[in-house]
């Protein structure tokens, strides 16, 4: 088991910047990939950001994100981070972290509890 406890979202106006955390405890060696993913209201789930617990591949980045967020890693830590910037009101939404093994699919991932992000304009 992996456990994953989000922290850092809240209030910001548009143009803002938030970071958010992703600290994972547990079984943490089996963690191939974290990803954080966002659902607004009235909306599917969708990936923002990821990246490879050993850092061997590039991060994943979102269309809508490309230039604005950065997904960072500290292993000595167990954490990653996502630094949001130039924030928009349609960056509203909860923001998941979930951590999975390399050839598992996201469904089966373990999930954190999610963290607010609003983004007043």
């Known amino acids: 088991q992996v456990q994953l406890v989000e922290s850092g979202g809240g209030l910001v106006q548009a143009g803002g910047s938030l970071r958010l955390s992703c600290a994972a405890s547990?079984?943490?060696?089996?963690?191939?990939?974290v990803g954080w993913f966002r659902q607004a209201p009235g909306k599917e789930r969708e990936s923002v950001a990821t990246i490879t617990w050993s850092g061997v591949n590039p991060p994943y980045y979102a269309d809508s994100v490309k230039g604005r967020f950065t997904i960072s890693r500290d292993n000595a830590k167990n954490t990653v981070h996502l630094q949001m910037n130039s924030l928009k009101p349609e960056d509203t939404a909860i923001y998941y972290c979930?951590?999975?093994?390399?050839?598992?699919?996201?469904?089966?991932?373990?999930w954190g509890q999610g963290t607010q992000v609003t983004v007043s304009s």
């Open positions: 547990g079984r943490t060696f089996s963690i191939g990939l």
């Open positions: 979930a951590a999975r093994q390399v050839l598992q699919g996201w469904e089966s991932a373990f």
